[in-house]
């Protein structure tokens, strides 16, 4: 949480929740734009865009015309490399929904220097910030030099605080940050967001604030500190209940989330339906990520003590 520094008051918005703006930001850019976002996604990058009319039509494998999609694999780590081509509007979200990978500080740098190369902007969604235990790990896109000028970040309060439902987080829209026009001008973005809010909506309800600005108390940071701590509690458990039946998993620790391959050659549908029959086990199947989840599935560490354990329970009998 320890990004305010770098900016003033008037570089954060405050908002009803991250998965809002994700699909806001939407009305301040162009419609030719070309898009890249990482598969397996959030959902919400893809879908806002498709809404929009922004992409050319569905293919059979779910995936859109139009979209320039970057593999996150086993091979590179779930973390791509920026494009050979040009675009104009990149996707990233670090630590990872639905993968729990993280990036590095090289790998962040290397997408702040293609996005400042091509003009290009990053919509970074550090919606897991607070999950991140690696010290060497970046919880912010402008701990990374040059971020300022490309970047717009998300944050949620969603997934600190509990405030899935009571809906509150804000955006970073640096004053720094310029956008190229069709004729090739630059302008800032921070005036059109602010005249979008101010058009569009009016903020966040004030008891809601008073809930997200107790969040920042001593109390309150003690209190998200042990509900983070409880929920990584949950994901050293439920991975270790993966190891020991040999499934082969990634994340799951520096991200409530555990990207599990599925075996034998299952699909993810195929293990999905087999974990709710065979041990009444909800998990969430890798393919309704995107293409590149087929062959995977996630497993949320958002849950109680005793649900976890006995998922690890029950995990053992399949
Ligand atoms: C949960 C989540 C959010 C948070 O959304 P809110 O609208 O703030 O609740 C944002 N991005 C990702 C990737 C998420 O998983």
């Not at 549908?269 to 990520?289: A, K, N, Q, Y």
Request: glycine share 8%.
């Amino acid at each position: 949480m320890g990004i305010a520094k770098h900016f003033t008051a008037t570089e954060i918005f405050v908002s009803d929740g991250s998965k809002c703006d994700c699909g806001y930001i939407l009305d301040i850019l162009g419609d030719q734009n070309k898009v890249a976002i990482t598969d397996p996604v959030y959902p919400v990058y893809v879908d806002t865009n498709v809404m929009a009319g922004h992409t050319g039509p569905a293919r059979k494998d779910g995936s859109y015309e139009g979209i320039v999609y970057l593999p996150c694999t086993a091979e590179n780590n779930f973390v791509p490399q920026p494009p050979k081509e040009h675009v104009d509007l990149v996707y990233l979200c670090f630590p990872n929904n639905p993968t729990g990978a993280v990036a590095t500080r090289e790998q962040l740098a290397s997408w702040v220097d293609y996005a400042r190369r091509h003009d290009a902007l990053v919509l970074f969604d550090a919606a897991y910030e607070a999950y991140i235990s690696d010290p060497k790990i970046s919880h912010s896109i402008f701990e990374i030099e040059g971020g300022h000028e490309c970047a717009i970040e998300l944050r949620s309060f969603s997934k600190i605080g509990g405030f899935t439902g009571v809906r509150c987080g804000f955006t970073v829209m640096p004053k720094t940050l310029l956008a190229r026009t069709d004729f090739g001008k630059k302008l800032p973005l921070h005036a059109l967001w602010h005249r979008r809010w101010s058009t569009k909506a009016n903020s966040v309800s004030y008891p809601v604030q008073r809930g997200a600005e107790a969040l920042y108390s001593d109390e309150g940071r003690q209190q998200c500190r042990a509900l983070i701590e409880h929920y990584m509690g949950n994901a050293k458990i439920l991975r270790e209940a993966c190891e020991k039946i040999g499934l082969h998993f990634y994340g799951g620790t520096n991200a409530p989330y555990i990207w599990v391959q599925t075996p034998k050659g299952l699909t993810s549908w195929e293990m999905f339906d087999r974990m709710l029959r065979e041990i009444s086990v909800v998990v969430t199947p890798g393919s309704g990520f995107g293409a590149q989840g087929e062959g995977y599935f996630r497993i949320s560490a958002f849950n109680s003590r005793e649900n976890a354990e006995e998922v690890a329970r029950r995990l053992e009998k399949l």
